[in-house]
Structure formats: structure tokens, C-alpha cells
């Protein structure tokens, strides 16, 4: 089949792969300029953590060691609180962890590979327009049209394809086409009323990383967090996500920023210095960024075909957008393989991925927001590590009935609307046993007190 493929992100170029190894004729437009040009300024983003559901998929194809020595392994939290304090929180007692990786340094080396290794043909500044489809012979073809504004003058240019598959994003323009042509039944996105601001930690005067370099490191400050991811080269790339009315409010001069990260993150202000700060988040005047999720049922159209963040995009809180839209190449590969990558299978295949695809996409999305209640807040408080000991004691007793949360949804292929069902269940489970235990342990105190000084 002749494929047209939509966004030269991450999950664009794995999914070109993965059809180009199939036997397909891919090729691959992109809006924007190539991102192996891009400058040091540009390049830098909120840092991805690929996890074992993620690495399922790119082992599939090949590039699972290549794309994991692009980063560092991170093998569980540390928590920074408000007096300088650290607690290392190991993400499960197996040693397990996540990589850290550069988003634009991964899409750069994704690029190279589909382009020289499968001579996949890239179209740069080429703007999706539209899509003609005509029904010939009982099957949909398919005319793409392109704005391409990499020339002196801007000219149209059309692609004829079998399958096209948009992987251009949270603001999907092939999306968008298909909403317009009323092709998709339910769309629902939601602006959060949190930004967020970027920052880095350079390495210390002796090249040497400033933290520990083998965990990420969180700040939870109830209603707003920072993070903190290790790169390669010693340094760590940050967020900062916050509601937008007290960014605003921290942003305002000089003096209110750093009276403000004196107040909350004092240990980093040693790390990064006050010019660093007034540099970056006063004088630059950056526009904080928009965290984006939507939902989208179903995630096809005649034969036309969303991944990635154009069928789920999502809250980074969980750090599995990126693997969710990897394990989205898997899955279809995997609805391909059963029914044959023939033309006229095209339907049925596109109708099996929408089916089981959509109800994981939104349960994922739902994941991710709360996930960010808990690391903000949650994750410095003591209920939070109550739960934790209980959860890991009950994983420990019963391996084969009692998967933490975290542990299902990064370490394992179990369909995130599963993962869902289960951590409900287990919340459920969990909140009765911490009620029973405190009402028997407050039981067993009023017996003391009638036994000793009531009646002695």
C-alpha cells in the first residue's frame, strides 16, 4: 500500500518503520522545518521517560538498545521538601527504572534512522491542507493535499494514498479535516489552568552532576510542583507546572521571583544561580506553556487513521504519551499481522484498532491527570507512603494478584483501561484495610485505657 503519514514526531517515524519493514511505500510529511537543524535554544523541551511498555515496542523493530543509549536510566524519586530535605522512593524493589531522554535529540536520531536505514522519504514544511477521498471499486482512495512552503514560493503539492495516518499531534490538522468532514463521533479536549516553564541545571564547575543522577527529582508544593530529569551530559532539564494565575504572579520582577524560589526551592538556587533566574524567566518574557489532553472515539475514518497525541493526548504526569503512542504502532502492527496487510483489509483493520484502542487511550488520559494530584502533593505526605508500604507489602505476598499502579501501567503491556479497573479496585481495597486497622488499633487503645485506669 502507498501510506501517507502526517507529523515527523516520535510516533510518526516508528510507525513508518514499522510499515516500511511490513513492505509498504511510506512517506512522511511535516509541517515544521527538520529538527536535526534546529538550534540548542529550540531543541529544548520537557524531558521523555521511556518505560518497558514503550521499549516493548521499538524491540519490535529493532532500535530498543539504540533508542535506550540515547538517555540515562532513572531508577526511582527523590523527594525535595520545603527545609532542604531528600527521601529516595525507588520505583519497586526489583531495581527497576525509566529512561530519561531529550525529546528533540530522540526525534533527531528517529529521523536519521527511518531516512538512511529504510530510505523512508522525509517532506519538511509541508502543511496538511486536506484529504480528497474517492470510493473506487468498494475502496477508499485517498488524495492528501500539502501546503509546501520550503521553497521561495509557496506551491501545492498532492500525495495519492491507500492508508493515511495522522501522527501531527495534540492540534491534529488531519484530525481536524475529519471533524470537519463529521467522520469523528466524539472529540473532547480540555485546556488545563496549569502552565508550565522550563529550566536546566548545568553540571557543577568540575563537570560532575549537581544531584544524583540516577533518580528524578521532584519538589511537591500542594497546588503547584518542579521536576527534574538527568541528561546524559551531567546536566538535568526542569519543569516547573503551576496554575497560570501564580505564574503570572512569580513572574512579575525580579524581586518577586526570587523571593519566591528563595521561599520554595532554595537548594536549587544554589544549583542554578539568581542570574540564571532572572535570565530565564524575567528578562527572556517567555509565555509559560499550555498543558493539553483530549479524547477522540473512534480514532478512525474511512481509510484514515489517529496515533499518538492526535488520539490521546495527555498530561505529562505519567510520562506516557510518548509510550502510549509507541505501543499505538504495536497494537496496529499487531491488528495488520492478523488480518493481512492487503488493501482490502484496510477497513476491518482500521475498525479493530479503534475498538481497541480508544477505551485505553481515554483511560490513560484520565490516569495522568491524577497522577499529577499525587505527585504535587500527595507524594510528600504520610498517607501517601502508608498506602505505598501497603501496596508493595500486598505485591510482595501475592506477585500473581497484586501489581502496584505504577508498576502495571510503566513495567507491563497490560491494557491501560485494565490498569484502570484494577487500581480502583485495589484503591478500594486498600482505603477499607487502613480504615479497619485504624479502628481496631484506636478499639485496642480504649480497651487499655478502661483496663488500666478505669478499672484497675
Not at 500542594?222 to 504572579?249: A, H, R, V
Not at 480514532?299 to 506516557?320: E, K, R, T
Not at 504502532?329 to 476491518?348: E, P, T, V, W
Amino acid at each position: 500500500m502507498d501510506v501517507v503519514i502526517v507529523g515527523a514526531g516520535l510516533v510518526g517515524c516508528v510507525e513508518g518503520i514499522y510499515l516500511k519493514k511490513r513492505g509498504h511505500n511510506v512517506t512522511i510529511y511535516e509541517t515544521f522545518e527538520d529538527p536535526r537543524t534546529w538550534s540548542e535554544e529550540r531543541a529544548r523541551s520537557i524531558n521523555l521517560t521511556m518505560s518497558p511498555r514503550g521499549q516493548f515496542a521499538l524491540r519490535e523493530i529493532g532500535l530498543e538498545d539504540k533508542v535506550l543509549a540515547q538517555g540515562i536510566l532513572a531508577k526511582g524519586r527523590i523527594v525535595h521538601d520545603g527545609k532542604g530535605n531528600k527521601f529516595r522512593s525507588p520505583y519497586n524493589e526489583k531495581g527497576e527504572g525509566i529512561v530519561s531522554l531529550r525529546r528533540t535529540r530522540l526525534n533527531a536520531f528517529l529521523i536519521q534512522e527511518a531516512e538512511e536505514t529504510y530510505k523512508i522519504p522525509f517532506h519538511f514544511r509541508h502543511t496538511f491542507e486536506r484529504c480528497d477521498t474517492s470510493d473506487q471499486h468498494g475502496a477508499p482512495t485517498t488524495v492528501c493535499v500539502f501546503r509546501n512552503t520550503s521553497g521561495e514560493k509557496e506551491t501545492i503539492v498532492k500525495a495519492q494514498a491507500d492508508l493515511v495516518i495522522g501522527s501531527d499531534g495534540a492540534h491534529s490538522v488531519v484530525r481536524q479535516d475529519l471533524q470537519n468532514k463529521r467522520k469523528i463521533g466524539m472529540f473532547q479536549q480540555e485546556y488545563h489552568d496549569h502552565g508550565y516553564m522550563e529550566l536546566v541545571v548545568p553540571s557543577g564547575k568540575d563537570g560532575q552532576p549537581q544531584m544524583e543522577l540516577d533518580m528524578l527529582h521532584i519538589w511537591p508544593r500542594g497546588e503547584f510542583m518542579l521536576i527534574m530529569f538527568p541528561n546524559l551530559d551531567n546536566t538535568f532539564s526542569g519543569t516547573l507546572f503551576m496554575p497560570f494565575e501564580k505564574l503570572d504572579e512569580v513572574m512579575q520582577g525580579e524581586e518577586v521571583l526570587l523571593k519566591f524560589f528563595y521561599a520554595e526551592f532554595p537548594d536549587l538556587v544554589r544549583h542554578v544561580g539568581e542570574s540564571y533566574l532572572k535570565r530565564h524567566f524575567v528578562e527572556k518574557k517567555k509565555r509559560p506553556g499550555r498543558l493539553i489532553s483530549n479524547k477522540v472515539e473512534p480514532y478512525h475514518a474511512d481509510n484514515s487513521v489517529l496515533i499518538g497525541d492526535a488520539a490521546h493526548a495527555m498530561v505529562p504526569f505519567y510520562g506516557q504519551g510518548m509510550n502510549a503512542g509507541f505501543e499505538d504502532c504495536l497494537i496496529l502492527d499487531r491488528i495488520f499481522q492478523k488480518y493481512g496487510h492487503s488493501k482490502a483489509n484496510l477497513g476491518r483493520v482500521l475498525k479493530e484498532f479503534s475498538r481497541v484502542r480508544c477505551k485505553d487511550g481515554h483511560a490513560i488520559s484520565e490516569m495522568a491527570f491524577k497522577h499529577y494530584v499525587e505527585l504535587r502533593s500527595d507524594i510528600a505526605g504520610v498517607t501517601f507512603y502508608m498506602r505505598k508500604f501497603v501496596d508493595n507489602m500486598l505485591f510482595r505476598l501475592l506477585p500473581k494478584t497484586w501489581v502496584p499502579e505504577y508498576t502495571m501501567v510503566a513495567f507491563t503491556d497490560m491494557p491501560y483501561s485494565v490498569c484502570l479497573k484494577e487500581t480502583e479496585r485495589q484503591s478500594r481495597i486498600i482505603t477499607s484495610s487502613l480504615i479497619f486497622c485504624g479502628i481496631a488499633f484506636f478499639g485496642i487503645l480504649v480497651a487499655l485505657f478502661f483496663k488500666f485506669w478505669v478499672w484497675p
